[in-house]
T-cell receptor, first 115, second 111 residues
């Protein structure tokens, strides 16, 4: 079975540009998570979807960040405009159960560098 | 609220044991343990849902003391493959299921 798929794997962009990260969860999983990982802040939950509906977006840093899940097999995380402090590894994870009740399967991550 | 992990780092020789602790200031519903190798994604090890529950994964086991709001991860007879950063994630009873990760414990196993 394919795991969680993320694209692109690496993204380098200039400050002020729009960045879109993509995620395809494991088929049949109805929970999807976006995380951000930095040395300073560790692994932070940005947003959690259940059955394509955003349940908690309290971790989204500010209005520059937005996430969508138009269907069960695709989600995007958009940053507009991007800033150097957004540089991080962004992970998407999916789970067959609601948050907190079981294993989350992480994708390989997207390493974002904003110059 | 982010759980607190200790120690921050530990260096072991192959075959030695280690304990990683995770504590919360709030009542816990569940504790989750993940391991992340350098440049890779976190990988699930185990979840503990009941007070006093212990689980095992190969020679890695964990306990959960619900009353003390603590969990410990035990690395027994460590192998080189155990090297990585271990994260505990906690879900408190007053949250909707939000999993919050600790800062991680870096484990280095040497030959």
């Amino acid at each position: 079975d394919a795991g969680v798929i993320q694209s692109p794997r690496h993204e380098v962009t200039e400050m002020g540009q729009e960045v879109t990260l993509r995620c395809k969860p494991i088929s049949g999983h109805n929970s999807l998570f976006w995380y951000r990982q930095t040395m300073m802040r560790g692994l932070e939950l940005l947003i959690y979807f259940n059955n394509n509906v955003p349940i908690d977006d309290s971790g989204m840093p500010e209005d520059r960040f937005s996430a969508k899940m138009p269907n069960a097999s695709f989600s995007t995380l958009k940053i507009q405009p991007s800033e150097p402090r957004d540089s991080a590894v962004y992970f998407c994870a999916s789970s067959p159960v609601p948050s907190g009740k079981g294993e989350q399967y992480f994708g390989p991550g997207t390493r974002l560098t904003v110059t | 609220q982010q759980p607190v992990q200790s120690p921050q780092a530990v260096i072991l020789r192959e075959g030695e044991d280690a304990v990683i602790n995770c504590s919360s200031s709030k009542a816990l519903y569940s504790v989750h343990w993940y391991r992340q190798k350098h440049g890779e994604a976190p990988v699930f090890l185990m979840i503990l849902l009941k007070g006093g529950e212990q689980k095992g994964h190969d020679k890695i086991s964990a306990s959960f003391n619900e009353k003390k709001q603590q969990s410990s991860l035990y690395l027994t007879a460590s192998q080189l493959s155990y090297s990585g950063t271990y994260f505990c994630g906690t879900v408190t009873t007053d949250s909707w299921g939000k999993l919050q990760f600790g800062a991680g414990t870096q484990v280095v196993v040497t030959p």
